[in-house]
């Protein structure tokens, strides 16, 4: 025994090596999870939903983003300041109005006015001035501007198309606050609250507006300086330059999901169907096809497409769990619940870097197809087709199709022209101009992309 003893007297500092070595691992790990926990609570980062097929809290997130103005201008007494870009300000800011917008879209005064009294309302003090990336329903804005604000209890939201909306706060003068919106064909509306709905005031656009000091982006409408008769008079005109960051888009990345047999179960598996019935297309071998009752699965090398067989279409409650009435809101938290089961395999299916927005809605008989693009801090990638193309009918989903790419910053930001400089000199010659926009040319052959504007002509 007393022979061991210089053995163990020879190791010893390797072993006090060793055991203080994993001492400190263990209080890295515990330092690490402590931190973790701080820092999700600080910023309040979503966590996963429940019950399986249920809509997680990062689809619910997702879903109140789905409709975020692409313009968001303010009046203020001594100048116009606007946002342009950012998708959080851009969100911040909308989300502080869209407990009034809720309240607006669904009062039962309505009357249409016009274009001469919408100008005014664009060019008062303290009014709001709101553009969306694309005309949509009036049912659609108000229903999802309640969840954004948590106001499910309002009424059912009006119908009608809004491309743009000018919230008028009430003054000494006018105690009722009144929201005015415009459709692309140039129809203008006005909803007037009732006496028991809360009302935007002066000193309420103040405090949302002034807890952006950053507002730094400056602008005019159009029918505040000669020469832009072929602009919309309240086409805002952007005089500063405005920053954006330059991106790369890969496309044809659904073809890596192909090589991840695990992930191609888990994606069957969110459609309800069966995940033994994996086959690859005797005509094309690189397509990958699921087909059982509920459907057929296809996974092309730059999408993912699923088709409903005709009598087992998957009910919506697979998708957000029970609900009591089906809308424009339970489509939408439909197609978002699909979109965050892919993008937890990965987000190089979904756009990587991009979020996913929606850009239209219409209907034809019982069939409703709402189709969604890219979106880059809150700027549209124009050029490569719609990001998803989703059909329900009545409670059913008939088809879901996701074109995949990957978009990502580079860590460079170029300088865009101001829109001043877009419409003066590049426009001049243009007429009847819709509107003017900033966005993303997607291309997947350059290695560097930058923001620029683009005219919507009539």
Not at 281 to 293: E, G, K, L, W
Not at 306 to 311: E, S, V
Not at 345 to 362: F, K, N, P, Q, V
Not at 449 to 454: C, N
Request: charged share 20%.
């Amino acid at each position: 025994m007393t022979g061991e003893r210089p053995k163990l007297v020879k190791h010893l500092p390797l072993m006090l090596i060793a055991l203080l070595f994993a001492a400190l691992m263990l209080l890295t790990a515990i330092l690490i999870g402590m931190l973790s926990g701080d820092l999700e609570r600080s910023v309040n980062l979503p966590r996963s939903g429940g019950s399986t097929g249920a809509l997680s809290e990062a689809g619910l997130a997702e879903t109140r983003m789905s409709v975020l103005p692409e313009f968001i201008g303010v009046s203020l007494p001594d100048s116009r300041r606007c946002i342009i870009g950012n998708s959080n300000t851009a969100y911040a800011f909308y989300s502080g109005l869209c407990g009034y917008l809720s309240d607006y879209l669904s009062s039962d005064r309505t009357e249409e006015i016009t274009a001469e009294k919408w100008v005014s309302y664009a060019l008062a003090d303290n009014s709001v001035f709101l553009r969306f990336h694309c005309e949509l329903p009036g049912a659609a804005v108000g229903s999802l501007a309640g969840l954004v604000s948590e106001r499910s209890e309002s009424r059912e939201p009006a119908g009608g198309l809004i491309y743009e909306m000018i919230l008028i706060p009430s003054t000494e003068n006018s105690e009722m606050s009144k929201l005015a919106v415009r459709s692309l064909d140039g129809k203008c509306t006005e909803y007037i609250l009732d006496e028991q709905s809360e009302k935007l005031t002066p000193e309420a656009v103040s405090r949302i507006s002034g807890a952006y000091s950053f507002l730094d982006q400056t602008f005019i409408f159009a029918c505040e300086k000669s020469g832009y008769s072929y602009l919309s008079p309240t086409e805002p005109v952007i005089l500063d330059p405005v920053v954006t960051r330059n991106i790369i888009i890969t496309d044809s990345t659904a073809q890596f999901l192909m090589q991840k047999t695990a992930d191609v179960t888990k994606l069957i598996q969110v459609f309800s169907m069966n995940p033994d019935k994996l086959l690859s297309s005797r005509s094309d071998q690189s397509v990958q096809m699921a087909s059982d009752r509920s459907g057929v699965l296809r996974i092309y090398p730059s999408s993912i497409e699923f088709q409903a067989a005709d009598d087992a279409a998957n009910d919506i409650s697979s998708f957000v769990g029970n609900v009591e009435k089906i809308g424009i809101s339970e489509y939408v938290r439909a197609v978002y619940s699909i979109i965050s089961s892919i993008k937890n395999m990965g987000t190089m299916y979904t756009g990587g870097e991009c979020d996913i927005r929606l850009a239209g809605i219409s209907s034809s008989g019982e069939q409703t197809e709402l189709v969604f693009d890219y979106y880059i801090d809150n700027l549209r990638i124009t050029g490569i087709g719609h990001a998803v193309t989703a059909v329900f009918s009545r409670a059913k989903l008939v088809s879901f199709k996701l074109h995949t790419i990957s978009a990502k910053g580079l860590g460079a930001f170029s300088e865009s022209f101001s829109e001043w400089w877009f419409d003066d000199v590049t426009l001049r010659n243009f007429r009847n101009v819709r509107s003017v926009s900033l966005v993303y040319r997607g291309s997947f052959v350059k290695e560097s992309l930058s923001a620029e504007w683009a005219a919507l002509a009539e």
